[in-house]
């Protein structure tokens, strides 16, 4: 009686207490933007005929972000790194997305962006330094993934 017992008890904690566990996120040592460097997603586009490209950081050396860390930009540590980030190309009948991992070396101090170039089907990321408005990881391109907006 009491073994089944405890074995109810110990069943419905594990269930009970699996359903808190957190997926872990990535959470810089730097503290401030002269210890770590700076990321953010980027956006341009015209509203009057609703287009718009933006990017975002979706991990940081494969720990995922939440999309509200990443208002204003996100804070990461210096040295080399692996980005998994996305370019989205928005128009009034759907999106296109394209996501591609890209290692970059990042700099204390020095504050960058993701940006996107869409051709046709296929989206290219790049991560340029804000100040010297160079290209400091790879351009890497993938296919899109067309995605229909309902009203």
Known sequence: MWSKLLITVVMLSTTLLGGCATTASYQAKAVNRYDGAFIRGWQSGTFLYWTLTYTEIEKVDGLPLSRSSQVGGVLVDPGLRVLSVAGTYG?????????????????????????????????????????????????????????IKWF
């Open 91 to 147: 128009r009034g009948s759907g999106r296109d997305t394209g996501k591609v991992e890209l290692d970059v070396t990042l700099k204390a101090g020095h504050s960058y962006r993701v940006k996107a170039e869409r051709n046709g089907e296929r989206m290219t990321l790049w991560v340029e330094d804000e100040a010297a408005n160079e290209v400091v990881s790879e351009k890497r391109s993938t296919t899109t993934t067309h995605w």
